[in-house]
Nanobody
């Protein structure tokens, strides 16, 4: 009923930039917070950033000042602008969102399938 699809990942050299997108589609009535996470091989999934429907943002210390989260409510899309990338940023990047469906009576968290980001040294 609801899908989140990430895009924009790829291979980039250290110091470079990438912009990730995550589009939510399906039977959506409303979206509350949207978030980005990442998971590197052998590590736990790590929170990166969140943005509310009112555009308030919060960041993990590991990415503060380098990554910027934004969203377009009209397009049900959240973005992650990643600058000054480092090899340790290599991971699969996931978005999630608190979504109220047309047939639902509560918000539930939905996840995307992830997009690979690889930063070479």
């Amino acid at each position: 009923q609801v899908q989140l699809v990430e895009s924009g990942g790829g291979l980039v050299q250290a110091g470079g930039s990438l912009r990730l997108s995550c589009v939510a589609s399906g039977s959506i009535f409303a979206i509350n917070a949207m978030r980005w996470f990442r998971q590197a091989p052998g590590k736990q999934r790590e929170f990166l950033a969140t943005i509310s429907s009112g555009l308030s943002t919060n960041y993990a210390d590991s990415v503060k000042g380098r990554f910027t989260i934004s969203r377009d409510n009209a397009k049900n899309t959240v973005y992650l602008q990643m600058n000054s990338l480092k090899p340790e940023d290599t991971a699969v990047y996931y978005c999630n969102a608190d979504i109220l469906t047309l047939s639902g009576d509560n918000y539930f968290v939905h996840w995307g399938q992830g997009t690979q980001v690889t930063v070479s040294s």
